[in-house]
T-cell receptor, first 114, second 112 residues
Framework: EAGVTQFPSHSVIEKGQTVTLRCDPI?????LYWYRRVMGKEIKFLLH????????ESGMPNNRFLAERTGGTYSTLKVQPAELEDSGVYFC????????????FGPGTRLTVL | DAKTTQPNSMESNEEEPVHLPCNHS???????IHWYRQLPSQGPEYVIH???SNVNNRMASLAIAEDRKSSTLILHRATLRDAAVYYC?????????????FGAGTRLAVHP
């Protein structure tokens, strides 16, 4: 069974540009989470989807970040416009909706904003 | 969200047992204790979880104190592949999901 995949693995952009990160969860996993680690900091929760609905957006840093999960399958995280402090590794995770759900993480997308 | 306290780093020799401690004195009755680890250049990986009783799986064992204010992840025979950052996380599970609040974790070095 394929794990969580993320694309691209690396992205280097200029400040002010737009970047879109993609996450494909494990098939059948209705929960999808985004996390990120910015330089020198801990991994932080960004948001959580159940199918196509946003359940918790409490970790989204500001309105430059937009997450979508149309159709309840893959998800995208758009950063527009990107700022220097957005540099870091963005992780996606998915899990089933059961009483306890182990989260399966993707390898992450390393974003560098110059 | 409840906080956990872990040592910054630990070292072990290959094939020896490793006991990774975690303090969580403010744990609530509905909080599960989760352990994840992050190998170099990879995303976090689930290790084990528990609520009140000790737990064993193919990767590790989790020993939970009777008052639940601390726990210990036990790797029975460390291998070089176990070198990673280990995160102890508290999270309640409701509605079939839980968000993970990561701390700094414990960086485990395993020596041949």
């Amino acid at each position: 069974e394929a794990g969580v995949t993320q694309f691209p693995s690396h992205s280097v952009i200029e400040k002010g540009q737009t970047v879109t990160l993609r996450c494909d969860p494990i098939s059948g996993h209705d929960n999808l989470y985004w996390y990120r680690r910015v330089m020198g900091k801990e991994i932080k929760f960004l948001l959580h989807f159940v199918k196509e609905s946003k359940q918790d957006e409490s970790g989204m840093p500001n309105n430059r970040f937009l997450a979508e999960r149309t159709g309840g399958t893959y998800s995208t995280l758009k950063v527009q416009p990107a700022e220097l402090e957005d540099s870091g590794v963005y992780f996606c995770a998915s899990s089933q909706v059961v009483s306890y759900n182990e989260q399966f993480f993707g390898p992450g997308t390393r974003l560098t904003v110059l | 969200d409840a906080k956990t306290t872990q040592p910054n780093s630990m070292e072990s020799n290959e094939e020896e047992p490793v006991h990774l401690p975690c303090n969580h004195s403010t744990i609530s009755g509905t909080d599960y204790i989760h352990w994840y680890r992050q190998l170099p250049s990879q995303g976090p990986e689930y290790v084990i979880h528990g609520l009140t009783s000790n737990v064993n799986n193919r990767m590790a064992s989790l020993a939970i104190a009777e008052d639940r204010k601390s726990s210990t992840l036990i790797l029975h025979r460390a291998t070089l592949r176990d070198a990673a950052v280990y995160y102890c996380i508290l999270s309640s599970v409701s509605g079939g999901y839980n968000k993970l609040i990561f701390g700094a974790g414990t960086r485990l070095a395993v020596h041949p």
